[in-house]
């Protein structure tokens, strides 16, 4: 259980957009801060936004003023709006939720399985 659902990567132009989103299933649940990772071929996973359940909002440097993280509690889903992509931006997406499960009384991190974005003309 704990599962995370992501959708909307895709192929698209420089200078274009994409949504990501990704729902987390499963029940009595609590989630604290969500997030979106990327890994390029031959790079580290990077952190590229996060969100905690507050509202609070952080971005890496690389994406601020082009992407913006949300979150819509009530369908335990979080957003990743992106746009004036660039292809540095290209690379495999990653959602990742901490959630507690009041089955087990405990913390643990879960992550999506990833899509991939690709920017290229």
């Known amino acids: 259980q704990g599962q995370l659902v992501e959708s909307g990567g895709g192929l698209v132009q420089p200078g274009g957009s994409l949504r990501l989103s990704c729902a987390a299933s499963?029940?009595?649940?609590?989630?604290?801060?969500m997030g979106w990772y990327r890994q390029a071929p031959g790079k580290q996973r990077e952190l590229v936004a996060a969100?905690?359940?507050?509202?609070?909002?952080n971005y890496a440097d690389s994406v601020k003023g082009r992407f913006t993280i949300s979150r819509d509690n009530a369908k335990n889903t979080v957003y990743l709006q992106m746009n004036s992509l660039k292809p540095e931006d290209t690379a495999v997406y990653y959602c990742?939720?901490?959630?507690?499960?009041?089955?087990?009384?405990?913390?643990?991190?879960?992550w999506g399985q990833g899509t991939q974005v690709t920017v290229s003309s």
């Open positions: 969100i905690t359940a507050g509202g609070n909002t």
């Open positions: 990742k939720a901490h959630i507690f499960q009041m089955s087990g009384s405990s913390w643990n991190d879960y």
């Open positions: 499963g029940s009595r649940f609590s989630i604290s801060t």
